[in-house]
């Protein structure tokens, strides 16, 4: 039966909305129907149910004020008060909580402290409003409400709660302080912050107790418990913060508390009374502190109790008298009253009294009157006053400006302050005392002010300022004056200008410039009419030049090949620009000169021979008026290319005389590479050159002078001397020894040095087979000599142990791979054509020869030689000798001139063997030739990979088509340059790699692919940018991603040429891979690193120009900026993105201006994909010389290649039972929705996410 996956899919459908219908429920706010005691005061929360991700809100609770008020509003674990507003008269409480970090399910937005302040039987609705609800991403969320009720009843309160209970467990043990046990103790605990206590369940012969208490109802975490211990003599009382920590374990487990060992009598251990002598209304306060918990009575006596209070506790509050009779509030008698205090322990009847303290009660007198000042001169005020009649009148207490002066005896009646400041204002300010010490605490004030000393002195003008000493004619002036005064300054004024003051000492105002040189005249006056002068400053006003320079005798030189001088002449100094092109009325080139002259001269270089072209001058005077010429032109003359000669020759071997390819031979900033059969050839202007040449694996030798003849060729080779080592097995030694099990295979070893003396190290990689080595060094090896090694290897089990021996010194290394197979000989041997097949097991060594066929068969440990082996697993064997594995898999195993066709080869060792198809994983591959394979994770060493893809081979994420790779004397895998290679290395494509090119130089390091979004600057993340050594800031008209990647390749071939410009490369090449749209306007700012120290400006950024035509490289203009970790050069503006680098630069100083970015404004980016084209390769452009068209193989392309996706590996049918199973586990846990909504969410999301992958696989 065929199934219908489209009807599946709206099945499942279905079922989620169902799913979703039934097990979602809407939130809902909630606040529960109370009842309460008349005067009880309860808290009640208020609820949330069913919310994800809450964050914030506030909600409004209204009630009829006649029967309750709110007290306050307190947060909790899930939800954290921020602020309330509460109205008792309009009976309305707004609350305002938030949690920062979001929570879900059902939680309590705050907790609400209510209190019946009606009659028996009356009630009221509590009405919810919510005003805002939001989640933590400051979304609405919709709500239902469900308000509640307060009503006044004779019963217990009620208070419902917001989730099922909670248990939360108190338990421990009581000892004495001594260690035993206190059985049967008497624990009671209480909540400090509710008021609310609990007895705790003890027994008779145990000294255990414990409660069970409910949390969110009886406590929360944050609130404080206290456990008041007894056994009925003794008594202790401890305090417990209850934490978070407490609540989510359920409890406080083995809790144990103390008491003393005997029981003491109770002592008062603090005293304090903080008025001794008080006049009423004024009061003290008495406070007091027992050791322990005790029945006390404060009294205030004069022969019977004044005034009492009573109470049971250790720390009673403080107790205030204001010097009254309890019983009518009148005030006592002046007198001295004694405090008597008593106290005991009701359960040990032992206490104390303390009556040695006093209070003294005296009325304070009147004030003074009459309070005024009689004299005053600039330095005293002379105040007096009436004092009062009270007969215990002593002394009036005097200040000054809120500070004491002194005490003034009763009769005096006046006080003398001296010692002022002239013209200030003072307040004097008196309190009245009694005989006994009583103070009036009512304030008589008097204000007055000293005469002002009289001013005689004119102000100073400090400075002058002007914003400009050079204006024109008839220009606004602003003067900016600093003027001061002893006094203060009234007034400024500059000529018949009157200033303004901006505060403190600074006037401004403008005056209008008149021509000529004036002094400016300013006056300061004081409110003393006197005056200040100052016309030390002037200026210089002139009429401005608004006449253009006339430009006259316009003319050019004799053009050579590549330049040309303008010159002509002007009627006043002014600076020099000359504008061209090649087309009639387009002058995209610029050369200047910034010299005030009027005899103008510019020379233009790098121009093309046998070319027409256009130009304008122009000049512009101090005054910045301009003025241009009418258009001319010029011809170049054609270029003479016989001005060259060259520097030819051979480098060779020193030891061998062979001739070295791939060397490096460099003159005059130019550098080439010696071909095959190691010549090279140098085209060079005429002069004297230093010459020098090196290659990996071989010393430099000293660099030699060459003289260079136009026209002429001269010679000079080179003969390079080794500097490397060779550790190659002896003669008649292979690679791959076979032998029995605990027998010792040897093989012998010849290490050769070449170059400087060296000794060098015998090492070997690790293997559960013993190893000796002999000798462990070589001693010294001087050029050319030999040290003989002797390994030995020694297996206990069955199996291919490969060895890899090291010879190692400070700057030289080789290595070569041997490999042991250890077989049980005693196992049977197949020989002489004979069959295996139909899932045979071949084990322990078995030994397979002479055209066996091995099908579909198991063989492990075992050697295969000269054999056919179709589709069967091979592990840990041995394959030789002509031997063909077609299909299967072959795992830890060496192939030795063997060859495999379709087959997964892992974990092995590949020698002098071809693979075709099939895939080669963590291996090592030697000699040997792969064609269409897949090869990752692997060594390849001396390989020729022919439509191969090769990935993890020394650097990562490498495909090579029909490209040979190969090693280098230094040991540095190399892809051979030809018109066929290509090479795709980190999603950069390179087309036609016509040089020889180290795989490590292909792409060095690369940023992480980088998300642009549209009309937002993106900038390389500092880290990577430090990488990479260039950092870029790209906006974008459209979204995109950006690469960059530090390669080590020049897509315009060996030679390094700019338009107009030639130079040396620094570094590497930066290539920008993007998937930015063509049609976007894009802006771009580049930053290429270029050293720690700031050098000279002989450095540039460079770009590819893809569009040009030839394609060239050109320079850009640039700008130093300094960051942290060195000197950067950047490039601002661009348009476009392709491939950049730095030069160092050997150009005249007139260098072009940039081509890359200008234009005004921006165009249709560049395509990654465009073809690089430069010049010809192996010649270097000349300076002024157009480049030439390269040849197919010199051109390399980038290219940015997206990953594809992996085939689907689930069918439709296991993307129903996926479904049905989650569905079914579904069901099962939205039907317990009404228990536990934690759980019903978790069922819809596995529903969901269910069939979200089973619609993907149908």
Not at 14 to 41: E, K, M, N, R
Not at 545 to 574: H, K, L, Q, R
Not at 830 to 835: A, C, E, F, K
Not at 962 to 968: L, M, Q, R, S
């Amino acid at each position: 039966m065929k199934i219908n996956t489209i009807s599946i899919k709206v099945l499942f459908i279905g079922l989620l909305l169902s799913f979703a219908v039934q097990c979602c429920a809407a939130t809902t706010v909630s606040i529960g129907d109370i009842t309460a005691d008349q005067g009880d005061t309860v808290t009640i929360p208020i609820v949330i149910d069913s919310i994800e991700g809450y964050g914030a809100g506030t909600i409004n609770l209204a009630y009829n004020s006649t029967v309750v008020f709110v007290e306050g509003a307190t947060g909790g674990s899930d939800s954290t008060v921020s602020g309330k507003n509460i109205n008792n008269t309009a009976g309305l409480v707004r609350i305002s909580a938030w949690n920062p970090g979001g929570v879900s399910g059902t939680i309590v937005f705050a907790n609400v402290t209510i209190k019946a302040v009606g009659n028996s039987n009356d009630s009221t609705t509590l009405t919810l409003t919510v005003d805002t609800l939001q989640d933590i991403s400051y979304n609405e969320i919709p709500v239902d409400i469900t308000n509640g009720s307060f009503m006044i009843t004779g019963q217990a309160s009620t208070i419902p709660s917001s989730t099922a209970p909670a248990p939360f467990l108190i338990s421990g043990y009581i000892y004495y302080e001594n260690g035993t046990p206190c059985n049967n103790p008497l624990v009671n605990i209480a909540n400090l912050n509710t008021g609310r206590e609990w007895t705790t369940e003890t027994n008779e012969i145990f000294n255990y107790y414990q409660r069970i208490l409910v949390n969110g109802t009886d406590l929360n975490a944050s609130e404080v418990l206290q456990f008041n211990v007894s056994d009925g003599i003794g008594y202790n009382t401890t305090n417990y913060a209850v934490t978070q920590s407490d609540i989510n374990n359920g409890g406080l487990f083995e809790f144990n508390l103390t008491l003393p060992s005997l029981s003491n009598p109770p002592t008062l251990v603090e005293y304090t009374i903080s008025n001794r002598t008080i006049a009423p209304p004024q009061t003290t306060d008495i406070d007091v502190k027992f050791s322990e918990k005790v029945t006390w009575k404060i009294a205030i006596e004069n022969g019977g109790a004044v005034y009492d209070w009573t109470g049971t506790s250790t720390n009673p509050t403080s107790k205030q008298w204001n010097g009254t009779y309890e019983g009518n509030s009148t005030i006592v008698p002046d007198g001295t009253y004694t405090v008597n205090i008593t106290w005991t322990n009701t359960t040990t009847g032992l206490g104390g009294q303390n009556n040695t303290e006093t209070i003294t009660v005296s009325k304070p007198p009147a004030s003074i009157t009459n309070l005024q000042n009689t004299t005053y001169e600039q330095t005293y005020i002379n105040w007096t006053w009436t004092d009062p009649e009270d007969a215990d009148f002593s002394k009036v207490m005097v200040y000054l400006d809120g500070t004491f002066k002194e005490n003034v005896t009763k009769g005096i009646q006046f006080y003398n302050a001296t010692g002022l400041t002239p013209d200030t204002e003072y307040e004097i300010s008196t309190h009245t005392v009694g005989n006994a010490g009583n103070t009036n605490d009512t304030w008589v004030n008097h204000t007055s002010r000293t005469k002002p000393t009289p001013d005689t002195t004119a102000p100073v003008i400090n400075t002058v300022i002007l914003n400009t000493t050079t204006p024109n004619t008839g220009d606004a002036i602003l003067v900016t004056v600093d003027a001061t005064d002893d006094v203060a300054v009234t007034s400024v004024i500059v000529g018949s200008v009157e200033f303004t003051s901006q505060g403190g000492n600074i006037w401004n105002g403008t005056i209008t410039a008149i021509e000529g040189t004036h002094s400016v005249n300013v006056s300061a006056k004081d409110a003393a009419e006197k005056t200040g002068w100052n016309n030390s400053t002037s200026y210089t006003a002139t009429t401005p030049d608004t006449t253009a320079p006339v430009i006259t005798d316009v003319a050019n030189g004799t053009p050579s090949a590549s330049s040309v001088t303008i010159t002509w002449t002007t009627d006043e100094a002014s600076d020099s620009v000359v504008k061209y092109g090649t087309v009639s009325g387009d002058y995209p080139y610029t050369k200047s000169n910034t010299a005030m002259v009027t005899s103008h001269s510019i020379t233009l270089t790098g121009l093309d021979p046998s070319t027409t072209y256009y130009f304008v001058v122009s000049s512009t005077d101090a005054s910045d008026n301009s003025a241009q010429s009418a258009e001319h032109n010029f011809t170049t003359a054609a270029w003479n290319v016989a001005a060259n000669g060259s520097i030819t020759g051979k480098v060779t071997d020193s030891v061998t005389k062979y001739t070295i390819e791939g060397a490096t031979v460099t003159a005059g900033g130019a550098a080439v590479q010696t071909n095959r059969e190691g010549d090279y050839t140098i085209s060079l202007k005429a002069g004297t050159y230093t010459v020098s040449a090196n290659k990996a694996g071989y010393v430099d030798p000293t660099p030699v002078s060459v003289n260079v003849a136009a026209g002429i060729q001269a010679t000079k080779d080179f003969v390079l001397v080794r500097d490397y080592v060779e550790l190659e097995l002896e003669a008649g030694e292979t690679t791959t020894k076979i032998g029995n099990v605990n027998e010792d295979i040897s093989f012998n070893l010849t290490v050769t040095n070449h170059g400087e003396s060296a000794t060098y190290n015998i090492t070997n990689s690790s293997t559960t087979a013993n190893i000796l080595i002999n000798p462990i060094t070589t001693g010294l090896l001087h050029d050319s000599n030999t040290s003989n090694i002797w390994v030995k290897i020694n297996a206990s089990i069955t199996g291919s142990y490969p060895v890899t021996i090291s010879a190692i010194t400070g700057s030289k290394s080789a290595a070569i791979t041997i490999v042991t197979l250890a077989l049980n000989r005693s196992e049977a041997g197949i020989n002489d054509s004979s069959s295996v097949t139909n899932n045979s097991k071949l084990l322990n060594g078995t030994l397979v020869q002479n055209n066996s066929a091995v099908n579909d068969s198991t063989v492990t440990s075992s050697i295969v030689d000269n054999s056919t082996v179709l589709d069967a697993n091979v592990t840990d064997s041995f394959l030789s000798e002509d031997t063909n594995v077609t299909g299967g898999d072959v795992t830890n195993s060496t192939l030795t001139n063997a060859t495999t066709t379709g087959t997964n080869v892992t974990g092995s060792e590949i020698e002098d063997s071809t693979t075709s198809g099939g895939t080669v994983e963590g291996s090592i591959v030697t000699g040997s030739t792969t064609t269409d394979t897949t090869v990752s994770g692997s060594k390849l060493d001396n390989v020729n990979a022919t439509g191969s893809t090769i990935t993890d081979v020394t650097l990562h994420n490498i495909e090579l088509t029909n490209a040979t790779v190969w090693n280098t004397t230094a040991g540095m895998p190399t892809v051979k340059g030809s018109e066929t290679t290509e090479v795709t290395t980190k999603g950069v494509h390179f087309t036609k790699v016509y040089e020889d090119v180290a795989v490590a130089n292909l792409v060095k390091n690369q940023t992480r692919e980088q998300p642009v979004p549209a009309d937002t600057p993106t900038t390389t993340p500092p880290d990577e940018a430090r990488e990479v050594g260039a950092s870029l800031t790209l906006n974008s008209s459209d979204v995109g991603n950006v690469t960059i990647s530090r390669c080590g390749i020049n897509p315009g071939g060996s030679t390094f040429a700019l338009r107009g410009f030639s130079g040396n490369i620094v570094g590497d090449y930066i290539h920008i891979t993007h998937d930015i749209p063509e049609d976007a306007e894009v802006n771009v700012t580049i930053d290429l690193y270029y050293g720690t120290d700031k050098p000279g400006d002989d450095k540039h950024i460079t770009w590819y120009n893809e569009t040009a035509d030839p394609m060239v490289w050109e320079q850009l203009s640039t700008t130093k900026v300094e960051k942290i970790d060195g000197w950067y050069l950047r490039v601002t503006n661009l348009n476009h993105l392709s491939t950049f680098a730095l030069v160092t630069s050997s150009a005249p100083s007139d260098s072009v201006s940039s081509c890359g970015g200008g234009g005004g404004g921006t165009y249709p980016l560049i395509p990654a994909s465009s073809p690089a084209i430069t010049s010809a390769a192996g010649t270097p452009v000349e300076e002024g010389a157009a480049a030439e068209t390269p040849t197919p193989e010199q051109v390399m392309e980038f290219r940015a290649e997206p990953p594809s996706l992996p085939p689907p590996i689930l069918s439709p049918i296991a993307g129903i039972v996926i479904v049905a199973v989650a569905a079914i586990f579904g069901i099962v846990m939205a039907t317990r929705a009404a228990e536990d909504h934690k759980k019903a969410t978790i069922g819809i999301v596995i529903v969901a996410v269910a069939a979200i992958i089973g619609m993907m696989l149908m």
